[in-house]
C-alpha cells in the first residue's frame, strides 16, 4: 500500500514555472508506476504526466508535451513534475496516483489504472 501526497503548487505568471512534488509513503514504492492529472474547474479531470516504476520511460499528454517533464527518485519516494512555460490554461489542482504494476492494464492515460491518490494541490497560473 501506498500513500501519496503532492505539494509545490501555488500562484505563477504565465511563463514562469512550478515545480510539484508527490511524496510516497510505505513499501515498495519502486514497484509502483506513477502519473499525474489535473482537473480544472467544470472540467473533467485528465491525463498529464506518467512514469514507470524504474524511471525508464515517460508518457505525457499532448497540451503539455515540451513544457512538462515528470521525473522520479525511488530511494526518495519522491515523484516531481516540473513545470514550465505555464499558460492560464494550465490552471487546475493537480493530482500524483499510483499504479501498481503488478496489476497494471496498460493504460496510462486511464484513472482506473491507478488505484493510490494524492489529495492534490492547486496551481493557478495568472496572465
Known amino acids: 500500500q501506498v500513500q501519496v501526497v503532492e505539494s509545490g503548487g501555488g500562484l505563477a505568471q504565465a511563463g514562469g514555472s512550478l515545480r510539484l512534488s508527490c511524496a510516497a509513503s510505505?513499501?515498495?514504492?519502486?514497484?509502483?508506476?506513477m502519473g499525474w492529472f489535473r482537473q480544472a474547474p467544470g472540467k473533467e479531470r485528465e491525463f498529464i504526466a506518467f512514469v514507470t516504476s524504474n524511471g525508464g520511460s515517460t508518457y505525457y499528454a499532448d497540451s503539455v508535451k515540451g513544457r512538462f517533464a515528470i521525473s522520479r527518485d525511488n530511494a526518495k519516494k519522491t515523484v516531481w513534475l516540473q513545470m514550465n512555460s505555464l499558460k492560464p490554461e494550465d490552471t487546475a489542482v493537480y493530482y500524483c496516483?499510483?499504479?501498481?504494476?503488478?496489476?497494471?492494464?496498460?493504460?496510462?492515460?486511464?484513472?482506473?489504472?491507478?488505484?493510490?491518490w494524492g489529495q492534490g494541490t492547486q496551481v493557478t497560473v495568472s496572465s
Open positions: 510505505g513499501r515498495s514504492f519502486s514497484t509502483y508506476h
Open positions: 496516483a499510483a499504479a501498481s504494476l503488478f496489476r497494471y492494464s496498460g493504460r496510462h492515460a486511464s484513472e482506473d489504472s491507478y488505484t493510490y
